[in-house]
């Protein structure tokens, strides 16, 4: 039966051109790597160290395919200045902060803040005029931020609070995402590959990442690496695959539609987080996911209305 679903070129080609599948496909893999980044940080290894493997770990494995199936490579002006700038933006500043919050906050907690990207976007995108507002879109962002007060406000696992600077700091991993998602949409190369668009701006955050390391000195917990190959096996498959499909999410989806990869994070990071990794979470924590959740739907309506 498997074989006869595979063979159908028509069902490869609906998920292809379908932002659902597409956003259902990169949330999933988005939310894997909470969990994952918790236990490489248990492990001992510098979230610096593991945001670099995930960029070279991406970079090399699309890279490699994109020799194999002989893909264009483009080195314009346009095409540097946007791996530079999403290499930044987009991977290395969130990955880094993101990696070293769940040791402080929990990964459920950390894949929460993802659920705020979102609201960010919707509001950077209507100061970048890349469209008009509705009042409906209004409100759901309005109740998406009061959403985001209330698990703000727990501050981490239930009987684990953490101190309020690191509940702020985690409200800059949205912005920065979001800000990503509106530059990708504003300044995306002319005759774009989608696979070009991944190895470039991982192999630059991987770079940057590997010298920051340097400069730090966490590059010493990089033998740990060696320790979990399993784990690292395993984060470089999903890193890989999500960068694969995130750009084709990009193109078809556009920037608002990217950003809800937050929200099924989230939901997956927490699951996770609860059920494997002993996490536990306030009732105020899932009343905030919960308002969150109403204005992303909120949003999402009024773009199907318009």
Known sequence: MSLEIAS????FRRAWHSPGFLLVAVG?????NF???????????????????????GALVLGGALLVLRLPIRTDWNHLRYFGVVAIVSYAFPNVLVYSLIPKVGSGYVAIFFTLSPMFTVALSLLARLRRPS?????????????????ASARGQAGQSVDWLWAIVGLLVPLSLAAGNVYRT???????????????????????????????GDAQTAPLLLAVPGLVVAQIAASALMFALFFRLQAVGGPVTLSQIGTVAAAVGVIIGTVSLGERYALIVWSGVGLIAIGISLTLYARLRG
Do not use: Q, Y
């Open 35 to 57: 969990p994952l980044g918790k236990l490489a940080m248990a492990a001992g290894i510098s979230p610096i160290v593991w945001s670099a493997l995930i960029s070279a770990g």
């Open 186 to 216: 504003l300044d995306w190369p002319r005759d774009a590959n989608l696979l070009w668009l991944a190895v470039g701006s991982n192999a630059i955050s991987a770079a940057c990442l590997i010298v920051l390391s340097v400069i730090t």
């Open 135 to 151: 009042v409906l879109e209004l409100c759901g962002v309005a109740v998406g931020f009061a959403g985001a007060m209330l698990v």
């Open 8 to 11: 159908r070129p028509g069902l």
């Open 28 to 32: 999933i893999l988005l939310g894997v």
